[in-house]
């Protein structure tokens, strides 16, 4: 569940940072009853840039496949011998 804290909160800078370190997640900042900020730990931000990272990695290598840009193993492996001229049992 998420942790909503009003922006007063913030002046208790050490129960702040103790609670994003609790947390393991973003924690909400609210000032007037809206949402106003979003802070959270050094090992959060980091976490959640590596799990970005590697999101965006499968999306790019999903694309090839969304553009029917595939080539079977057998066909591969022929140009392969093709090209480096190698007998069947090379490669």
């Known amino acids: 569940m998420p942790q909503i804290i009003p922006i007063r909160d913030l002046k208790n800078t050490s129960e702040v940072s103790a609670l994003c370190h609790k947390a393991l997640e973003p924690i909400f900042i609210t000032k ?11 090992e959060t931000f980091e976490r ?12 790019q290598a999903k694309e090839p496949i969304a553009q029917g840009k595939l080539t079977d193993a057998h066909s591969s492996v022929k140009k392969a011998r093709e090209k480096y001229e190698l007998a069947k049992g090379d490669l």
Do not use: L, P, R
């Open 32 to 42: 007037n009853g809206y949402g106003d900020m979003v802070i959270m730990s050094m």
């Open 48 to 59: 959640n840039m590596y799990m970005q990272d590697i999101h965006t990695k499968i999306a």
